[in-house]
Each structure stands twice: as structure tokens, then as C-alpha cells.
């Protein structure tokens, strides 16, 4: 299964033609419980030249109120916030606009994950938000 995911990788860069050995870093994203395969996938992928960046994640146990809660975010969202965190990022490349040239994007494990769907069931009392402003439903 590593081999199968660093692969693809690699032979994405040279399908698109661009030059793997440009680049140092890969970030993996992967599910707790995932660790074995990660590890051998850290394995090849320093073989190929790339140091890779882990980021864990757990999955909701209770999709239902993943679901309900997934809009919350609009309670508190205003024009100041979606500003600052633009100005975070913005400050955020800059300091590191020397290495973001090595970074060789992500190595994603999503296509050998449990392809279960889960549709949510609409509630009454869910936060929906919308794009623009005024247009909140609780």
C-alpha cells in the first residue's frame, strides 16, 4: 500500500514533467491508525530525496454532529477575522518564501481509506451558513 501511494507521487511529478528532485519536503496526511503504512511510506519516500512532514487526524466517531456543526465557524466569522487571517498567511510565506520553493505539496492517502458515504440528516436547529452577508439561518 506504501509503495503503491509514494509511487503514484512520484510518477505524478514525472507525468506532469516536472522535476522531483527540486523539491525536499512532502507532508503526508493520514487517519490515526495509519502508522505502519506511513512509516513504510516515509521509508521510500526518503529514498526518492524527500524528507516528509506528518500531520495525523482523527476521524469523527459521531458523523451526525460533525455534520450539524460543520457551518459553525459563520457565528463568528466576520469581515476583521477572514482580513487577519489573510494577513497571517501573507506574513506566514513571506518569512518562509526561501523554502516554499522545496515544498513538493501533499501526499495524500485518501484513495485507500473506507469509502463509506455518509449523508447527514438535515435538523432544524443547524447553523447554515452563506456566502453573503445577512443571509445567516439558525
Known amino acids: 500500500m506504501a509503495d503503491t501511494f509514494t509511487e503514484g507521487y512520484r ?14 519536503v512532502v507532508e503526508i496526511r493520514y487517519p ?18 524527500l524528507q516528509p512532514v506528518l500531520r495525523p487526524y482523527s476521524i469523527s466517531l459521531n ?3 460533525t455534520y450539524d456543526h460543520k457551518e459553525d465557524r459563520g457565528l ?9 487571517g489573510l494577513e497571517v498567511d ?13 515544498y513538493g505539496g501533499l501526499g495524500s492517502d485518501r484513495n485507500f481509506r473506507d469509502k463509506a458515504v455518509f449523508a ?4 432544524g436547529a443547524r447553523y447554515l451558513y452563506r456566502q453573503t452577508e445577512g443571509n445567516r439561518c439558525v
Open 76 to 84: 463568528w466569522l466576520d469581515k476583521a477575522l477572514i482580513e487577519r
Open 63 to 65: 458523523k451526525q454532529f
Open 11 to 24: 510518477i505524478g511529478f514525472e507525468t506532469t514533467g516536472k522535476d522531483i528532485s527540486k523539491k525536499s
Open 90 to 102: 501573507r506574513t506566514v510565506w513571506e518569512n518562509h518564501k526561501a523554502i516554499a520553493p522545496n
Open 32 to 49: 490515526l491508525g495509519f502508522e505502519r503504512m506511513v512509516r513504510a511510506a516515509v521509508h521510500n519516500f526518503k529514498k526518492i530525496g
Open 120 to 123: 447527514g440528516a438535515e435538523r
